[in-house]
């Protein structure tokens, strides 16, 4: 296989205050999954604890795909590494907007920390290499279009 | 509060075969957390499945994170709703490059179903406020910049 197209899809139902139940798979190339999970809010923000919140799912996924990338390529290029360590700081700015709030990104900070008998600069080649792999550190790179519909009780529409 | 910086922080060891096993909390603008998390691959990409792959976590954070801007604006608004779903789907293209791989973010489509007695102008005008509160749903409308550090043996280096 030299190409394809790689689909994930969740299905999220509202509960509890502010809990979402979570169903995820994968469908393409193959199906694999589901994998059942939920978020949750603070008090502060109305909810229970029940579950992270949403940003923490995303902050961890970002991590772990840095992670399996670096691992996964190391072993293909058959680099040892002992240990591997990765911290991740992802800021936001949040301002209030009427009723509602606006959010954008501010600062997306990688550490990784690698213990290797590897000389340096294959190391380095491996972490510049792992970054065009990871599917989520690509996709921040990009400015991507959501398409969002909504489903009432009269119908679909675009919003 | 009329605005802020939110910050959220990951730290993640490998162990196993390609499992992750992830720390996560919020420093600013307040200490939250920690949630404790993991992620892993199937047998295919050499892990022991024993843990949602971090796409998994990825898409669920994203769902998760809508879901909680329609409930929380909607309750701000004094829209009631009696039900609310979301399926989202995210397509990413993965090309074979010498000994790794490279990816691209294809398409994201989110729907949302929604059960209200409020007008459908009202729960549309929602959905597009939502978006925009939506921390994951405007970083991917951002082309962000990651900027990665490599510690070894030898200290740091960016790369």
Not at 127 to 135: D, E, K, L, M, V
Request: hydrophobic fraction near 40%; charged fraction near 20%; include cysteine.
């Amino acid at each position: 296989m030299d190409s394809a197209v790689i689909q994930y899809n969740a299905e999220g139902h509202a509960s509890g205050k502010m809990r979402s139940d979570l169903v995820v798979s994968m469908s393409h190339p193959f199906a694999d999954g589901p994998w059942e999970m939920a978020t949750d809010e603070g008090a502060f923000h109305g909810g229970e604890a029940s579950a992270p919140p949403p940003l923490a799912l995303f902050v961890g996924g970002l991590t772990g795909c840095i992670m399996t990338q670096i691992r996964s390529l190391a072993k293909r290029l058959g680099l040892v590494l002992s240990d591997l360590r990765v911290e991740t700081r992802v800021q936001w700015t949040w301002v209030a907007v009427g009723r509602g709030y606006e959010s954008a990104p501010k600062g997306f900070e990688i550490d990784v920390k690698i213990e290797s008998s590897a000389a340096k600069p294959e190391i380095e080649a491996l972490i510049a290499q792992a970054r065009r792999g990871c599917f989520i550190s690509q996709t921040l790179g990009h400015q991507n279009e959501i398409r969002y519909r909504l489903k009432t009780q009269e119908g679909w529409t675009n919003v």
